[in-house]
């Protein structure tokens, strides 16, 4: 086979057919942690703002902690801890007879019992447990650079606008849903969409994690092959597989930004800000 | 054996001096502080000289996309956007296969395969573009009025720019560029998990402290110490950059200076 037809074959093997499906793996990651991390950062930011004091240092020192150590750190820490600490906690429940103790040195032992996942469990249980893993890092990372934005945004909502609500007879409770959420939104896009960007440049750490993503495959199926092992021999051809994951990357950015652009401009419709005032003399 | 001995033996490990074997087992927390802290030289080393060369190349960068003439602003723009639309973990793994392949096709290149001279060379560009973009801001949000009394000066052409715009330019991106900074030194834990290769393992902090933790199987010392030394060198670098925007802005009143807005840490 020469050329196009030899490689439109190579394109089309099975391995290269995880390796497409390994995009969609980033997507969903981005699907899942992106609602995940809104919920965390809104969480944090609730705390960080709240009137009892233990909470709200909960939350200021749940944003001042991630933010100030390298999130590759993070990453790499986590999902270490959070296997061990939910491993550690299904032994406590499972296996209260157990009288050894559960780091032996080098060793972190805990009953077959509270293995996760158990031991037994087919593969893609195995999988989807490390890609859960590292969602719920991704969260909890991004989720205090979010909590941080939507703090300042809360903060950014003219202060009369609450005073207003305070001076209608609205309890607190309902100023904060009826009058500061809806309005805070335009203040936290900016910042809400550096951060969808930062997000999605933080995917490729997902190899770090363990899971099977674009960067896996493309070192896996970039490295020269022998006419041993496949039927396409090839040589090392990992820096244009790279090159392609970094086309893929610049097109989602500059997907994402058009869409930004188009949802601030959509969200300004109506505010006092610059950008809705300027939209209201056009039209 | 002694912590005093184990700073002699593994100070320096991360540069190659000293004991050869990593410790095996029985890790005190002596070692861990020590190894971490030795590796902590190459993340020095690769920030400092990233940021010190990007400020340059970032100021030319800025200029030339702020410029009116298409031949220099497009390029500056196509550079800016490649470097900061992709992630930089991809860059570094792209950089080292690329620079795999020049090897091939001359031993020149072979240098640009280890990570003190690849690595920084990706960081460097990295870090060019973001603070360019920065600079770029900052040259576009100079009033108008500075401009207009240094034409009234008479000043043109370099005398102009280096009196006023860059000077003004420095002032205004001065917050946002110490952010950049330290961004920059968080950045360089990515080079040793991204294909360069550690040599006899002499790796930098984060490379340590992930041998610990693979190790001992318990992340809960090495990365503390780790996130610990981070602290450390971001209050250095906000020491150093603090000292520096109070000098551009000792010319204002006491209530316009800019003040130094942290931002911290958001990965590339």
């Given amino acids: 086979m020469e050329g196009f037809q030899w490689l439109s074959c190579y394109l089309t093997t099975g391995k290269h057919v995880s390796f497409y499906l390994s995009f969609g793996t980033v997507l969903l990651l981005l699907a899942v942690t992106a609602p995940a991390a809104m919920l965390f950062g809104f969480g944090g930011a609730m705390a960080a703002r709240g009137r009892i004091a233990p909470l709200r240092w909960l939350g200021k020192a749940y944003i001042a902690l991630v933010r100030g150590v390298p999130d590759i750190a993070f990453f790499l820490f986590f999902v270490i801890a959070l296997d061990q600490g939910i491993e550690w906690l299904r032994h406590q429940v499972k296996c209260p007879d157990w009288d050894q103790p559960i780091r032996q040195g080098s060793d972190f032992v805990v009953c077959s019992a509270a293995k996760m996942p158990l031991g037994t469990s087919p593969q893609w249980m195995h999988e989807t447990y490390g890609f859960t893993l590292a969602v719920l890092t991704f969260a909890i990372v991004f989720g205090a650079f979010a909590a941080n934005v939507l703090f300042g945004a809360m903060r950014a909502v003219p202060h009369g606008q609450i005073e207003t609500a305070e001076a209608y007879g609205m309890t607190h409770r309902q100023t904060f849903w009826r009058i500061l959420v809806p309005q805070m939104w335009i203040y936290a896009l900016p910042g809400l969409s550096n951060l969808w960007m930062v997000l999605i440049k933080a995917t490729p750490l997902l190899f770090l994690l363990g899971v099977e993503d674009i960067v896996y495959w493309a070192r896996e199926l970039g490295g020269s092959k022998t006419p041993k092992f496949t039927a396409y021999p090839h040589g090392d051809w990992r820096m244009w597989y790279f090159l392609g994951l970094l086309v893929f990357y610049l097109a989602f950015t500059k997907v994402s930004e058009v869409f930004l652009d188009r949802l601030t401009a959509r969200l300004s419709h109506g505010q006092a800000t610059v950008g809705g005032t300027a939209q209201r003399k056009t039209s | ?268």
């Fill in chain 2, 1 to 268: 054996m002694s912590c005093l001995q184990t700073l002699q033996d593994y100070g320096l490990r991360s540069l190659g001096i000293g004991e050869r074997l990593l410790p095996r087992s029985d890790f005190t927390l002596c070692e861990q502080f020590v190894l971490i802290g030795s590796g902590l030289i190459w993340n020095v080393y690769f920030g400092l000289l990233a940021v010190t060369a990007g400020f340059f190349f970032a100021t030319a960068l800025a200029i030339a996309k702020s410029t009116q003439n298409p031949v220099y602003r497009k390029p500056a723009e196509w550079f800016i956007f490649l470097f900061r639309g992709s992630p930089l973990f991809i860059q570094f793994f792209f950089a080292y296969f690329l620079f795999l392949q020049l090897k091939t096709v001359n031993p020149f290149f072979s240098p640009l395969t280890s990570a003190w001279l690849g690595a920084l060379l990706v960081l460097f560009l990295n870090t060019s573009a973001y603070s360019a973009e920065i600079f770029y801001g900052a040259l576009r949000s100079i009033p108008k009025g500075d401009i207009d009394a240094a034409d009234a000066y008479g000043m043109t052409g370099w005398s102009r720019f280096r009196r006023i715009t860059w000077p003004t330019m420095l002032r205004l991106a001065w917050p946002a560029y110490t952010n950049e900074a330290i961004f920059m030194f968080h950045a360089t834990t990515l080079v040793y998990f991204s294909g360069f290769p550690t040599w006899q393992q002499k790796g930098d902090a984060l490379y340590y402290a992930n041998y610990f933790a693979d190790k001992t199987f318990n992340p809960f010392v090495p990365y503390p110490i780790l996130a610990f030394y981070f602290i450390l060198l971001t209050l250095v670098i906000i020491g150093v950059y603090g000292q520096v925007n109070k000098r551009l802005n000792r010319h204002l009143p006491q209530a316009n200076r800019a003040k130094l807005k942290l931002r911290m840490n958001l990965i590339r």
